[in-house]
């Protein structure tokens, strides 16, 4: 059992609900029921489940941009509502699908974010070229104008934007799409990386191989609710995450 201390992310009863469909045939969905979690310093969670589980829809809870209908959030001890600001400077957040603007370069836009967190010049600059470093933009390239990336590179550029400011908690939501197997392998060295420096990663996904190879921990959800968390050793040594998952998602169905 973590100690207090030792837990950066909580969440008691999280749930969240809306409406879907015609103005006048609304129907209640719960996309999120009672979620209660804790995520410990320096570990990779790992958060699986299929298309449609409220993996999503947690995240934004968790991340301050949606306001869950019930239960509470802490972060770093602290509660933590929608519209709060004090925890962002602590916080990175790779989404599943961003907008970046296409008429910035890439620099433009690192320096753009670092500023927005307040770091000072000559600290924006060593962070943009460790960024860079990360990502494996070599100097040439890294005046290429946004409209002018790949889905790929797009998608390593929102890694770095998340991290510039060298946050304490990273969220990320299906961080390997569109990456090329060989940014795939600097992903995962990416996080390695990360755990070496003491960060906690929430690591979201329905790609079961990314989350067994890289996660301390896995929780289990699906249909909005959390079947099951435990150490990936724990689920090693029961056959295999992947025959447990399946067994844990066509039982929810």
């Known amino acids: 059992m973590a100690s207090e201390e030792n837990i950066v992310l909580k969440t008691q009863s999280l ?34 489940g299929p ?4 993996k999503t829809t947690t995240l934004h809870m968790l991340a301050g941009i949606s ?31 961003t907008y970046l603007p296409a008429d910035m370069t890439m620099t433009e836009l ?18 943009i070229a460790s960024m860079f470093e990360m990502i494996g933009f070599v100097l040439r390239e ?8 790949s889905m790929g590179q797009r998608r390593l550029l929102d890694l770095a934007l998340a991290l510039v400011h060298d946050p304490d908690l990273i969220f990320f939501d299906e961080p390997t799409v569109y990456l090329d197997p060989l940014a795939v392998e600097r992903f995962r ?3 390695g990386m990360l755990k070496k420096k003491g960060k906690t990663i929430f690591l979201s996904s329905h790609t079961l191989p990314l989350i067994e190879r890289l996660s301390d921990r896995v929780a289990v959800i699906a249909r909005g ?3 099951r968390v435990a ?17 844990l998602v066509k039982g929810a169905s």
């Open 15 to 48: 749930s969240k609900e809306y409406k879907s469909g015609p103005v006048f045939f609304q129907k209640k969905v719960r996309a999120v029921i009672d979620l209660t979690l804790d995520v410990r310093r320096g570990e990779v969670f790992g958060f699986l």
């Open 51 to 54: 298309n449609g589980a409220g």
């Open 67 to 97: 306001r869950p209908t019930a239960g509470g959030i802490e972060i770093f001890g602290k509660p933590f509502r929608c519209g709060q600001i004090w925890p962002l400077s602590r916080i990175g957040y790779v989404p599943e699908s």
């Open 110 to 127: 690192l320096s753009f974010f670092a500023r927005l967190y307040g770091l000072p010049g000559a600290t924006v600059r060593e962070r």
């Open 142 to 149: 890294r005046a290429t104008f946004v409209r002018s990336l």
């Open 189 to 191: 060295g990416i996080i």
């Open 225 to 227: 609710r959390l079947l």
């Open 231 to 247: 150490s990936a050793q724990d689920f090693a040594a029961e056959g295999g995450l992947e025959p447990i998952f399946l067994q």
